[in-house]
């Protein structure tokens, strides 16, 4: 409280919401100090249980364990090859994901993922800013690879194609039918990774030794807000977040080597790693990848065929699956928990998923920088609109403009303190010492609140805030607003300069009935909004700008 007893302080919230929820303040010792411990550990205990499929496919723990050693083993017969060396990863997620990541970990390699789609001018950028000297690439994006192997550190092409962990019957039956239809790429200088996993079965394992501070992963920041810049993010930060994110899970009723969980996003975004690769590893449980979510009918047929008892997604896919008229033949009887993240969760989506599917969305927040995982809403915990409370260990502090501390349910700059937040950025001093503070506050750039339950609110990046004639107006509250029209699927608002007041909102629409009008939408906000907040300007769009995630860009939308 503070000294006349009436406001609580923001760290008192955060801890009393640990209390209610049973959630430890602390994570208590234990022997794992590496994902190579935690997928040990998991091996010990469920060897034979299923651990990932996609594409019909399916390794056990068992399987994962055996192919990531091979894989290992044949980093480790490179003498060019050291511990500490990157790798990068780019390729949609299949299940030869899991084996090449725990693999390169157990040759003491760091991962950098890398997101399919990039150009060879991304590529270039990337493999050089983190020195990258091997990298395993799908078959379809092969080329760009190639072409800037000469102009990179890069070593080592190891191409995969989409079938290679199946069967041998059904492997050869499916690479011919997509030689047939003209779906093959002709490897040229890049090595097999079937026979990379022959030559390393083959050789013998030399375990690494890692430490907590020994880097695991350089995840390059979405750039949504400037140049993609690294996370260092060590062993010790993956394997906190582990934890944290089971002991949240628990709260859902989660039982270790039990559940069952289709992940639709992709592997290279640090969402979807953390959950799937080092949680869903913890855990033991039976992952089902879906290579491309953009495929709705696929989609949709898959999770009828696997019941889940765990799905996580963000507010664009949910809206894309409820559309499909066969969502509704979905079984979600076994739903034991929806989770969101990446990006703001709209209110009428959020409605909606709970009426169709019978299971209430639990939002999640989090960024790069910290590994992802900040916050995390119980289930049921009826808090519309937040995205929950601190995960154990984690301190939250919310501050003005001069970075005194505020109490709660005042909106400030969200800065968070815990062991998952990342070591800095590689080769940009100057950004890492802007965003983390000498006494370990990560500055996170996002506008939020703590109420006095706990519960964290983000109500826009500091950056996207618009500043209407000196009045402060949030982005997500407006779209929150208009995404509740019923002819509005996706919406996005920006600030633009304006001669009379400084900057004006400007919203983005893109709707399902071609006789909205701007007047519409106009009149529908203003019955919700204060007059400053309504959109100046509005401009529909067949689409909107998308991060490989489905976040919207703004920035993009500012550009344009």
């Avoid at 002819?487 to 004006?504: F, K, M, N, R």
Wanted: glycine fraction near 8%; proline fraction near 6%.
């Amino acid at each position: 409280m503070s000294e006349g007893g009436l406001t609580m302080d923001v760290a008192e919230a955060v801890r009393n919401s640990w209390a209610h929820y049973g959630v430890p303040e602390k994570l208590s010792p234990c022997a794992l100090h590496s994902l190579v411990d935690v997928l040990a550990d998991s091996v010990n205990a469920f060897p034979d249980n299923p651990a990932v499929t996609s594409l019909g496919a399916t390794l056990t723990y068992a399987d994962l364990d055996r192919l990531s050693t091979a894989f290992a083993c044949y980093l480790q017969q490179h003498p060019e090859l050291k511990p500490g060396d990157r790798i990068a990863i780019q390729m949609p997620s299949l299940i030869q994901y899991m084996v090449v990541a725990y693999g390169a970990f157990k040759a003491g390699l760091v991962v950098v993922n890398v997101n399919p789609m990039y150009t060879a001018v991304e590529l270039e950028y990337q493999f050089n800013h983190a020195d990258v000297k091997v990298v395993v690439v799908f078959d379809k994006f092969l080329a760009h690879a190639q072409e800037v192997k000469d102009k990179t550190p890069l070593q080592t092409i190891i191409v995969t194609e989409p079938f290679d962990l199946h069967p041998p019957l059904k492997r050869g039956l499916m690479s011919l039918v997509l030689k047939v239809l003209g779906k093959t790429f002709p490897a040229g200088d890049a090595v097999s990774f079937r026979d990379v996993l022959a030559k390393g079965a083959g050789s013998r394992y030399q375990p690494v030794t890692l430490g907590e501070d020994d880097m695991a992963l350089l995840q390059y920041t979405g750039g949504t807000t400037g140049v993609s810049k690294p996370a260092i993010i060590s062993h010790g930060n993956m394997v906190s977040v582990t934890r944290q994110g089971t002991e949240l899970l628990k709260l859902a009723g989660m039982q270790r080597g039990k559940e069952r969980f289709v992940s639709p996003l992709p592997l290279y975004h640090i969402y979807a790693f953390a959950l799937v690769v080092t949680t869903g590893v913890h855990l033991a449980v039976h992952t089902m990848l879906v290579p491309d979510p953009r495929n709705i009918k696929a989609f949709v047929k898959l999770l009828r065929r696997w019941p889940a008892t765990l799905f996580s997604g963000l507010n664009t896919l949910f809206v894309a699956l409820m559309k499909d008229p066969d969502f509704s033949r979905i079984d979600f009887s076994t739903l034991k928990l929806t989770l969101s993240g990446g990006s703001a969760l709209a209110s009428g989506t959020a409605k909606e998923w709970l009426e169709k599917s019978g299971c209430e969305i639990s939002e999640a927040y989090g960024l790069t920088e910290a590994s992802p995982i900040v916050s995390f809403s119980p289930p049921a915990s009826g808090k519309q609109g937040a995205v929950g409370i601190a995960v154990p260990q984690t301190e939250l502090l919310i501050v003005d403009e001069q970075n005194n501390s505020l109490p709660v349910n005042e909106h400030g700059e969200l800065w968070v303190r815990g062991p998952q937040v990342m070591q800095g950025y590689l080769n940009f001093p100057e950004e890492t010492a802007n965003t983390l503070t000498e006494d370990g506050w990560l500055k996170t750039g996002d506008i939020a609140s703590v109420d006095e339950d706990g519960f964290l609110r983000i109500h826009d990046r500091k950056k996207d805030m618009i500043n209407v004639s000196g009045f402060n107006v949030y982005p997500n509250e407006i779209e929150s607003v208009v995404s509740h029209h019923p002819d509005i699927t996706y919406c996005a608002a920006v600030g633009v300069p304006d001669e009379h007041s400084g900057e004006a909102v400007k919203l983005y629409v893109v709707s399902s009935n071609p006789a909205l009008t701007e007047k519409d939408i106009h009149d529908f906000c203003a019955k919700q909004l204060a007059r400053y907040k309504l959109p100046k300007y509005i401009e529909f769009r067949d689409e909107l700008p998308l991060s490989n995630v489905g976040k919207v860009l703004r920035r993009e939308l500012r550009d344009s």
